[in-house]
């Protein structure tokens, strides 16, 4: 018995399977185009090359070459923002005053923040800032006061231990 088996010419755009999908409902449809030798090539090569021990370590240089070229791209569109006046408006569109540049406006709400009442209510009239000094200045404090406490504690037990072996080594003496 001879078995003959003819195979046509296969290239990377051979379709050699369907693509199947699935619907909302969980039923099962093919997408109408199917699966080409080029797929399970590529297939081959993805698997292999995220299986590798270096592979976590290329994608992080990938993600880092990345984020500096974008970098490197959006820098001169910033500095030019920044750089080129910008017409104030009311609320209608209506131009209000002269031309500032966005570095002047980024410095007048900044100022206009900190300057802001520190709660809605402006209780005590305290401001953002004053407000962020006053905190950090408290706690400066604390850590200070908490160290001296420390070593005042530290002297008085020592003086209290001092006296009590005293008072205990006179009274073994006594006896």
Request: aromatic share 4%.
């Amino acid at each position: 018995m001879n078995i003959t088996v003819s195979v046509d010419e296969v290239t990377l755009e051979t379709v050699v399977g369907k693509v199947m999908a699935f619907t909302e409902d969980g039923d099962e449809y093919e997408t109408g185009t199917g699966k080409t030798v080029a797929d399970l090539v590529a297939d081959r090569i993805v698997d292999r090359a995220v299986n590798r021990e270096g592979w976590q370590r290329l994608a992080d240089q990938v993600r880092e070459i990345r984020a500096e070229v974008i970098r490197e791209l959006v820098r001169p569109q910033i500095e030019a923002a920044i750089a080129k006046p910008v017409q104030k408006t009311n609320s209608y569109g209506d131009k209000v005053g002269e031309p500032v540049t966005l570095t002047e406006l980024i410095i007048d709400e900044a100022r206009k923040a900190l300057r802001a009442p520190a709660d809605s209510y402006n209780r005590g009239g305290e401001t953002v800032i004053g407000k962020a000094v006053a905190e950090a200045v408290k706690k400066a404090f604390a850590a200070e006061i908490a160290a001296e406490v420390a070593k005042a504690r530290a002297l008085v037990s020592d003086e209290i231990g001092k006296h009590v072996a005293a008072a205990v080594q006179a009274g073994l003496k006594a006896r």
